[in-house]
């Protein structure tokens, strides 16, 4: 296994003669606005990363373009200078947005109609509806806020590669926050599903725009699908083709491997572990991870989550799109896509363990889960 490398701030090396290896729409736009753009496997924290001047929108900020993200997503970073108010933007899609740092205000509207305004603080996440004017402010006056932004521009402008499509939108739709029988931003609401999830991830989501802290979120199911007896939270975004879920792990466990399609982020409100990421039959990776760090596992390498903490460790997965094809994280055959215990490289128990022995720990995995793929976790609160 290698350990990952850190990312570079950017990659001036990409040729543009050749038309299969041109520079994609999306790439020459970030690099017009003279920010940096950093790339690799991982962040490790987004509360350290370098950013610079982006002078159309007054703030500092930075690019990720990750290996996994391929094209289909992007992800920035903004900070907001202490007791600053940016410039308001229009936005053509839909975009997520978590708080790493900091405490504040957004206000979305529509020309002509009242403003909806909201305040946010750490590990918040939030979503920025489509075709509507934001505007986003630090209400402390002594340091300053980072964000976290995510959506699906890149892969929206390989159809449509002009900028002012996206930011000088003529569209817009009323429904999306006034014609709501609630707020747009009022308090998430679950939803009971009929449908039977593959993967085990329950029959329930909860449905809304605002979310006021994921890393105390405890509204949780049990995750059976994955192993190590975790929970998670399964959230959609009102009439938004973006998505995202919440897993939450115990102490000196690790989830299943697994593997699935480009553009899901990884981000870690809290806890200390690390993740493995391969291609099949070649090397694996290794992305160490604490509270801000960001990853995204590229298109169909298996990845693997190990908690080496003394307490819970929870990722938050903020997903692309779904129904596109070749693109989204649907997997179709468990057996094929997911490896069990007692199938894993004897390799990935042996690190583990090597990795909790450095902090004085044990593993708490239970020895019949690696004899029996059938193995049933006790979750807590399930009699």
């Known amino acids: 296994m290698v350990k990952a490398d850190r990312p570079v701030e950017s990659d001036d090396d990409r040729g543009t003669s050749s038309f299969w290896n041109r520079v994609s729409a999306y790439d020459r736009w970030i690099e017009s606005t003279g920010v940096p753009v950093h790339r690799g496997y991982y962040v490790e924290d987004l509360r350290t990363l370098q950013l610079r001047r982006w002078e159309e929108r007054d703030c500092d900020a930075a690019f990720l373009v990750l290996a996994g993200q391929e094209g289909v997503t992007e992800a920035r970073v903004t900070e907001i200078a202490a007791g600053k108010s940016l410039p308001p933007v229009k936005f053509g899609l839909d975009e997520i947005v978590y708080v790493v740092e900091g405490r504040g205000l957004t206000t979305v509207w529509l020309e002509g109609k009242g403003k909806k305004t909201f305040e946010w603080q750490k590990h918040s996440m939030f979503l920025l509806p489509r075709g509507y004017h934001h505007q986003l402010v630090n209400a402390q006056g002594n340091k300053p806020a980072r964000l976290l932004h995510y959506n699906y521009l890149p892969i929206a402008m390989s159809i449509v590669p002009d900028p002012k499509f996206y930011f000088e939108t003529v569209y817009q739709d009323e429904k999306l926050v ?63 083709p973006l998505w995202s879920h919440m897993s939450v792990f115990p102490s000196r466990t690790y989830k299943k491997a697994h593997r699935h399609g480009p553009g899901v982020l990884i981000v870690i409100p809290g806890g200390e572990g690390y993740s493995i990421m391969w291609e099949e039959g070649k090397e694996k990776v290794v992305i160490p991870w604490h509270e801000a760090s960001v990853f995204v596992p590229p298109n169909l390498w298996f990845h693997q989550h190990f908690n080496v903490a003394g307490s819970a460790a929870r990722y938050l997965a903020l997903h692309s799109p779904r129904g596109l094809s070749g693109y989204s994280e649907k997997v179709e055959d468990r057996a094929k896509d997911q490896i069990e215990y007692p199938e894993e490289d004897p390799a990935v128990r042996r690190m583990f363990q090597e990795e909790l022995g450095k902090r004085k720990l044990s593993s708490l995995m239970p020895e019949e889960a690696y004899r029996d793929k059938d193995f049933e976790w006790s979750y807590a609160g399930e009699e």
């Open 178 to 240: 006034y014609g709501q029988q609630d707020e747009f931003y009022s308090e998430a609401k679950v939803i009971q599903s009929t449908a039977q999830s593959a993967w085990g991830g329950g029959s329930s989501f909860w449905s809304g725009n605002f979310f006021p802290d994921m890393k105390a979120w405890d509204r949780l199911i049990p995750y059976k699908g994955r192993g190590a007896g975790g929970h998670a939270v399964w959230i959609r975004f009102s009439n938004s």
